[in-house]
């Protein structure tokens, strides 16, 4: 067997609703089966979600106090009062911020943007930066992707005597901010049709609402928050993302020109993945680091060469930022093992003093993957006596929903399910720490600590083809809650599996038979090469593609894990060094003799050694689910079919050790014994001590083979051996040569030797096969 590294959940869908959308839609079983997946239940969604960019955007005025915005801001506008966007310093507030500015500006009024310090002010509004905003005239202050949390500083812009605007998409709380109007998607009284904008999203229906026209102009900058800031991608998500990466591929912002080119960014085939791998880290590393507003400068840059030296600066920050989150991620990981072990700990929250608050957020979403556990991750001020952290999630533990229970102890924090950020003062992270890990307990099974693949099906190998891949490229952009498609494949044929790249850790296999195949890569899988034998079923999940070579077009799938469901043999006969291909888990090895432990002296004190001695041994020794290491021959076939019938290891690994080689010894015929009978019958004596080396020659046998027929005629009293000088016995009585004891232990070795060391594998494992329990398919996935 081959355990899969996740939990493989493969989501059922209503066939009846497949065969509708295939016949409906004319589409493949696989891209129907993944529209019924989503959700997708009618031929006109259906239609809706395949052909996004004919679908229309949702009124703006459909938004709580959209109409007091657009008025207050056309009265400021008028008036000349100084506006200030208070923006986040990520990259969906960045790119709020940006999309707000070049709207104002757009429309002629006074405006600048404020983003705080990370480090300095830390997350949202605050009171220095409300009071600089007063100090400097400022009339009208506008939050994006921020704000809905910060009660204390929305009371005091009206002591300022600064009218307040709220736009943001985090959670709210119980209560909300004093402010003259608040544009949010999920406030309890809000009736807009789409509840899970991005921030920039919000600000895109601001500046909607305030020119009157859809501003195509601002969608490239709008997908890049949207995808950044990992929001569902359906409904108005995936409108904003699929325009705007449109016009991504087609943009001349020379600020986004000088972005591509330090991401090595092909503009032409621009996707989700660019801009979530590519683009949002450089212009998150800006605010993790330093001052976000390079970020915002580089998005609304006028000309190539003041882009190309923001965006080498923001490039090189990105390095900066990967090295650091390198480098705190292992002290993060020495912190969990010494100190709170995944095991005793349901939730994890570790804290430092030195760790950079601009990437303890990435630092968590690495614990996450590591440890598979609700993870915080804490940067200490002991100055301050403050914490300063960030959480990510896993499914099933809703973060902010937990973290709301420890309000009392939590001045500041907002969030989402999967991940928030939290102020605290350091004496109370213990507190934090012990009610989390109470809540967990309450919530969490220990299934829950397992990752979970979600799979959109199973799929058989013929019926993936070209039509099929490119048929699912509409379903793109993809994102959260509308991710790229994943399949699984169920115990397939394995015709082809091999290392590959210079470190030999990647993993190429052919999937099938002649009739039929898939090749398929697997990234980092190298280390599967050694877990799976020849013959094994495997199952397959990874994400399908076209594979382009030589003007060749092929199917093809990029493995994310797979899995074998039924005991493997692994061939080791005749190969050395068994200390370097030993299973170092879950194992047992078994010896039938005592002399093999001679040959592997580090095995004495092994508590995975088995000496099966007899039969009683053999039955009772349990290798259920065992890797099993068969390290030297039994004595008899009858031994070795006791240990393994009717159980259920997991793995064989057969090695079959031996110190004397009885098939490639001779068997003497029985013309041997005939013609040696015959011999000593003339002579009456003859001295094997001094003379059985000359008559093995003249004879052209062994000089075992000598001694072996002597031993079996003395064994049936054919004969006597006295001090080397045998005598030929004239009043034995008639007996087969079988009755010699010698000669049946002969013959079994021979055969077993035939059986065990020269079978082929196919023979070796059919035999097998005929002994161990075949337990039923056990699947790994629901």
Request: aromatic share 8%; charged share 25%; glycine share 6%.
């Amino acid at each position: 067997m081959l355990k899969a590294k996740t939990r493989w959940h493969v989501q059922a869908a209503d066939e009846k609703v497949v065969e509708m959308l295939e016949k409906e839609l004319q589409i493949t079983p696989l891209v129907a089966r993944l529209l019924a997946n989503r959700g997708i239940h009618t031929v006109e969604a259906a239609r809706s979600f395949l052909f996004i960019n004919e679908q229309a955007f949702h009124d703006p005025f459909l938004m709580k106090d959209m109409d007091k915005v657009v008025a207050r801001i056309h009265q400021a506008i008028e008036a000349d009062e100084k506006i200030r966007i208070f923006g986040d310093y990520d990259a969906d507030g960045v790119s709020s911020t940006t999309v707000m500015i070049e709207t104002l500006t757009q429309m002629g009024a006074n405006v600048d943007f404020y983003i705080p310090n990370r480090f300095t002010e830390g997350y949202g509004p605050n009171e220095k930066a409300f009071r600089l905003a007063a100090e400097e005239g400022v009339k009208l202050l506008i939050t994006v992707d921020t704000g809905i949390s910060a009660l204390d500083e929305a009371a005091l812009t009206k002591e300022l005597g600064i009218d307040y605007i709220i736009t943001d998409h985090h959670e709210p709380g119980p209560e909300l901010p004093q402010a003259l109007a608040i544009i949010h998607p999920k406030l309890e009284e809000s009736t807009y049709p789409f509840r899970e904008l991005a921030g920039v999203g919000v600000a895109f229906k601001v500046a909607h609402a305030l020119l009157g026209d859809l501003p195509e102009h601002l969608l490239e900058i709008a997908a890049i928050g949207t995808i950044a800031d990992l929001v569902p991608l359906y409904g108005e998500n995936r409108l904003i993302a699929a325009r705007g990466i449109q016009q991504l591929r087609h943009t001349k912002r020379p600020g986004l020109l000088a972005l591509f080119k330090k991401a090595g960014i092909e503009q032409d085939t621009l996707n989700e993945e660019s801009i979530g791998f590519g683009m949002a880290p450089r212009i998150n590393a800006a605010g993790r680091l330093g001052a976000a507003d390079p970020a915002v400068d580089l998005l609304m840059a006028a000309d190539s060469a003041t882009a190309a030296e923001l965006a080498a600066d923001i490039d090189l920050l990105n390095k900066e930022r990967q090295a650091l989150v390198a480098e705190t991620a292992q002290e993060a990981i020495r912190e969990v093992e010494e100190n709170f072990p995944p095991d005793e700990n349901g939730v994890l929250v570790v804290g430092k003093e030195g760790w950079n608050p601009g990437i303890i957020g990435i630092v968590a979403s690495k614990l996450v993957e590591r440890f598979y556990r609700p993870t915080i991750v804490l940067s200490y001020d002991t100055e301050k006596g403050l914490a300063k952290g960030s959480a990510r999630s896993i499914e099933g533990f809703d973060m902010f929903r937990n973290l709301s229970t420890c309000r009392d102890i939590l001045p500041h924090f907002g969030g989402h399910p999967m991940a928030a950020g939290m102020t605290l003062k350091l004496e109370d992270v213990e507190d934090l720490r012990n009610r989390l890990n109470s809540l967990a307990q309450e919530q969490l099974t220990a299934e829950d600590f397992t990752p979970v693949t979600k799979l959109d099906g199973a799929t058989a190998i013929e019926d993936i083809s070209i039509q099929s891949i490119e048929e699912m490229s509409q379903l793109a952009p993809f994102g959260m809650n509308n991710p790229k498609p994943k399949i699984l494949i169920e115990s397939a044929g394995l015709s082809g599996i091999r290392k590959i790249g210079t470190n030999q850790n990647h993993l190429k296999v052919q999937l099938g038979d002649s009739s039929v195949s898939l090749d398929g890569v697997g990234f980092g899988l190298g280390y599967l090469y050694e877990e799976i034998s020849p013959l094994s079923k495997v199952s397959v999940i990874g994400e399908l593609a076209i594979n382009e070579w030589n003007n060749i077009r092929k199917p093809q799938i990029f493995l994310n894990d797979m899995s074998v469901d039924s005991w493997q043999l692994f061939d080791y006969r005749g190969i050395d060094r068994f200390e370097k291909w030993m299973p170092q888990t879950n194992h047992k090895v078994i010896i039938f003799s005592e002399e093999t432990i001679k040959h592997f002296p580090f095995l004495e004190e092994n508590d995975a050694l088995v000496h099966i001695k007899n039969e009683e041994d053999a039955q009772n020794v349990n290798i259920d689910g065992c890797h099993v290491v068969l390290l030297d021959i039994p004595p008899s076939k009858g031994l070795l079919e006791h240990t393994l019938r009717d159980k259920q290891p997991a793995r064989i690994y057969a090695h079959f050790h031996h110190e004397q080689d009885h098939f490639f010894s001779t068997m003497p015929t029985r013309e041997h014994f005939k013609w040696f009978y015959a011999f000593l019958a003339k002579r009456e004596s003859f001295d094997l001590t001094k003379n059985g080396d000359e008559l093995a020659k003249y004879r052209g046998w062994s000089r075992d083979t000598i001694n072996f027929i002597s031993q079996v005629f003395s064994e049936l009293d054919f004969v006597t051996i006295n001090n080397g000088l045998i005598s030929l016995n004239k009043q034995a009585n008639k007996q087969d040569l079988s009755d010699a004891p010698s000669y049946q232990r002969k013959q079994e070795q021979y055969e077993l030797e035939k059986e065990l060391l020269y079978s082929s594998y196919q023979q070796l494992f059919d035999w097998f096969n005929t002994l161990v329990a075949l337990e039923e398919e056990t699947k790994q996935w629901t």
